[in-house]
């Protein structure tokens, strides 16, 4: 094993799957010559020729739109968008396209590729390129959706994606790309999509968190421990399909669950989360279900940007709040 962040991680898998299968090719703005904004594809395109890693212009759905078409013609492309705020314009090839393909041809044809996108804030840039509206793709019926919140499960993520028979988008949390570094497994592995994980064991009450807030819902389960509160943190890793089996049993073990999304209160992923939790656990609540979210606004500037996104305060004031009922 290798000590890596995020980035290299995910540098580090895109690196296996070139070399491992000739149809992976990689095209975006700047993932070539400079490495992508990020330093994700950094050094690949000199390694691996400009026929397989491609620089195009900024036209981000000119981006998807020929990633499309080299999946359904067999070739295994890795789009890479530079921040989700700026993929909008690619958003009608996603919807009306990319997860289309396999109901319309009736099973004929199918898009196997991968959508890279940074998400979330946390780095002081305002709105377009802290956005979390991860929601609208996971409401989006025929691709995957998955976002990481550690190197590890980043590179075996990102080489399932791209082994997928199906469009998959893979969310990569802005502000863990190089915050934290761990053991990085050599080579080729999976980390399975569909599958939550349960980091952190607990009996008193569940913390539901992906991406960039597992590590504060981790933090916040530190805190809470000091006062002999045991909290269960689940890392939901695929927001669709989610892995509602894990987050059911963790649910009816602790009866309180906390759900923690960075993106936009209203129709979020955490609602999902509460959804799910009411449907197929009601009768084992202690309490309501309670939701720690980003707000129904633009993101803001920097001055006040981490009074919108999820505090680890904000997590253990919910978690209380659940325990005093």
Same mark, same amino acid.
Do not use: C
């Given at each position: 094993?290798s000590?890596?962040?995020m980035?290299?991680?995910l540098?580090? /898998?895109?690196?296996? =799957?070139?070399?491992?299968?000739?149809?992976v090719?990689?095209?975006?703005?700047?993932?070539?010559?400079?490495?992508?904004?990020f *330093?994700?594809?950094?050094?690949?395109?000199?390694?691996f020729?400009?026929?397989?890693v491609?620089?195009t212009?900024?036209?981000?759905?000119?981006?998807?739109g020929?990633?499309?078409g080299?999946a359904i013609?067999?070739? *295994?492309p890795? /789009?890479e968008?530079q921040f989700? #705020?700026?993929?909008?314009?690619?958003?009608d090839?996603?919807?009306?396209?990319?997860?289309?393909i *396999?109901?319309?041809?009736?099973?004929?044809f199918?898009?196997?590729?991968?959508?890279?996108?940074?998400f979330? #804030? #946390?780095?002081?840039?305002?709105?377009?390129h802290?956005e979390?509206?991860?929601?609208?793709?996971?409401?989006?019926?025929g691709i995957?959706?998955?976002a %990481?919140?550690?190197?590890?499960t980043?590179?075996?993520?990102?080489? =399932?994606?791209?082994e997928?028979?199906? %469009?998959?988008?893979?969310?990569?949390?802005?502000?863990?790309?190089?915050?934290?570094?761990?053991?990085?497994?050599?080579?080729?592995?999976?980390?399975?999509?569909g599958?939550?994980?349960?980091?952190?064991?607990?009996?008193?009450?569940?913390?539901?968190?992906?991406?960039?807030?597992? *590590?504060?819902?981790?933090k916040?389960?530190?805190?809470?421990?000091?006062?002999?509160?045991?909290?269960?943190?689940?890392?939901?890793?695929?927001?669709? %399909?989610?892995?509602? /089996?894990?987050?059911?049993?963790?649910?009816?073990?602790?009866?309180r669950?906390?759900?923690?999304?960075?993106?936009?209160?209203?129709? #979020?992923?955490?609602?999902?989360?509460?959804?799910?939790v009411?449907e197929?656990?009601?009768?084992?609540?202690?309490?309501p279900? /309670?939701?720690?979210?980003?707000?129904?606004?633009?993101?803001?500037l920097?001055?006040t940007?981490?009074?919108?996104?999820?505090?680890?305060g904000?997590?253990?004031?919910?978690v209380?709040?659940?325990?005093?009922?």
């Amino acid at each position: 094993m290798s000590e890596m962040n995020m980035a290299q991680a995910l540098n580090d /898998a895109l690196a296996v =799957a070139l070399e491992a299968d000739p149809r992976v090719v990689l095209i975006g703005e700047d993932v070539g010559t400079t490495g992508g904004v990020f *330093r994700v594809t950094d050094g690949l395109q000199q390694r691996f020729g400009d026929e397989r890693v491609i620089d195009t212009p900024v036209a981000e759905s000119g981006i998807v739109g020929a990633a499309f078409g080299m999946a359904i013609a067999g070739m *295994r492309p890795v /789009a890479e968008i530079q921040f989700l #705020g700026f993929s909008y314009p690619a958003y009608d090839q996603v919807v009306s396209h990319v997860g289309r393909i *396999r109901n319309r041809s009736n099973h004929r044809f199918s898009a196997p590729m991968v959508i890279r996108i940074p998400f979330g #804030g #946390g780095i002081g840039a305002a709105e377009h390129h802290s956005e979390a509206s991860e929601a609208m793709y996971a409401h989006t019926p025929g691709i995957k959706v998955v976002a %990481p919140a550690t190197p590890a499960t980043a590179k075996g993520l990102l080489l =399932a994606a791209i082994e997928d028979a199906d %469009p998959v988008v893979f969310l990569e949390p802005i502000r863990v790309y190089r915050a934290i570094k761990e053991e990085v497994p050599e080579g080729h592995y999976l980390t399975p999509i569909g599958r939550a994980e349960v980091v952190r064991e607990g009996a008193d009450a569940t913390i539901v968190a992906y991406g960039a807030m597992v *590590r504060d819902a981790l933090k916040a389960a530190d805190a809470l421990a000091a006062d002999s509160v045991a909290v269960e943190v689940v890392d939901l890793r695929t927001l669709s %399909p989610i892995d509602a /089996a894990t987050v059911v049993a963790s649910a009816v073990k602790t009866g309180r669950v906390v759900a923690v999304s960075e993106g936009h209160r209203t129709a #979020g992923i955490a609602s999902e989360i509460v959804a799910i939790v009411q449907e197929k656990a009601l009768y084992s609540l202690l309490a309501p279900v /309670a939701r720690v979210t980003g707000w129904d606004t633009v993101v803001p500037l920097k001055r006040t940007e981490q009074h919108h996104i999820p505090s680890v305060g904000r997590i253990v004031a919910a978690v209380r709040r659940t325990l005093e009922d």
